[in-house]
């Protein structure tokens, strides 16, 4: 029903920057929070950053500096502007919402497919 899309993943050079966009699509009355995970091949997926409705931000600790997270609430759309990437950001980054669909009083959270982000030495 509520549908998130990612893009902007690919390959770039240690140093190099990317920025990942996330557009929500569907029934959608609101959106509460939205944020960033990635998950590397055999490990936990972690959360990058997250911004609330009141544009509050959090970052881990490991891309404070180098990572800002922003949202377009008339887009519903989320973006990550990564910039000096480091090859231990390679993962697969999600997009994540809490949305609060007709009807309802409350927010589920849901999860987009991923996007591929590969930084080179």
């Known amino acids: 029903q509520v549908q998130l899309v990612e893009s902007g993943g690919g390959l770039v050079q240690a140093g190099g920057s990317l920025r990942l966009s996330c557009a929500a699509s569907?029934?959608?009355?609101?959106?509460?929070?939205m944020g960033w995970y990635r998950q590397a091949p055999g490990k936990q997926r972690e959360l990058v950053a997250d911004?609330?409705?009141?544009?509050?931000?959090n970052y881990a600790n490991s891309v404070k500096g180098r990572f800002t997270i922003s949202r377009d609430n008339a887009k519903n759309t989320v973006y990550l502007q990564m910039n000096s990437l480091k090859p231990e950001d390679t993962a697969v980054y999600y997009c994540?919402?809490?949305?609060?669909?007709?009807?309802?009083?409350?927010?589920?959270?849901?999860w987009g497919k991923g996007t591929l982000v590969t930084v080179s030495s």
């Open positions: 994540n919402a809490v949305a609060v669909v007709p009807g309802k009083i409350y927010g589920i959270a849901y």
């Open positions: 911004i609330t409705s009141g544009a509050s931000t």
């Open positions: 569907g029934g959608i009355a609101s959106i509460n929070a």
